[in-house]
Nanobody
């Protein structure tokens, strides 16, 4: 059973920055594309950033130019650097692999609140 542990969230003012981390217990971490997802109250979970095993990245239009996803395969960890945060970025943030919808069990997530 793979465990995903997200951390790094918090309360930040608009325009601020946060760096999220997600540690995976999977020994096969390095072969999978990984993604950061977010879910705001009353909304569906959405994919905001992804990174392939080779390091290619992709972003949702809403975060393009503000968020940066990266990974450290030696540490089985994926990161999300979030800059120029907006109130609409407020959500629970989760990571998972991206394999045609075959997700690992979801972690507890980390809450990001952007508010003045």
């Amino acid at each position: 059973q793979v465990q995903l542990v997200e951390s790094g969230g918090g309360l930040v003012q608009p325009g601020g920055s946060l760096r999220l981390s997600c540690a995976a217990s999977a020994s096969t971490f390095s072969i999978f594309a990984m993604g950061w997802f977010r879910q705001a109250p009353g909304k569906q979970r959405e994919l905001v950033a992804s990174i392939t095993s080779g390091g290619s990245t992709n972003y949702a239009d809403s975060v393009q130019g503000r968020f940066t996803i990266s990974r450290d395969n030696a540490k089985n960890t994926v990161y999300l650097q979030m800059n120029s945060l907006k109130p609409e970025d407020t959500a629970g943030y989760y990571c998972n692999r991206i394999v045609g919808g075959m997700y690992w069990s979801w972690g507890q997530g980390t809450q990001v609140t952007v508010s003045s």
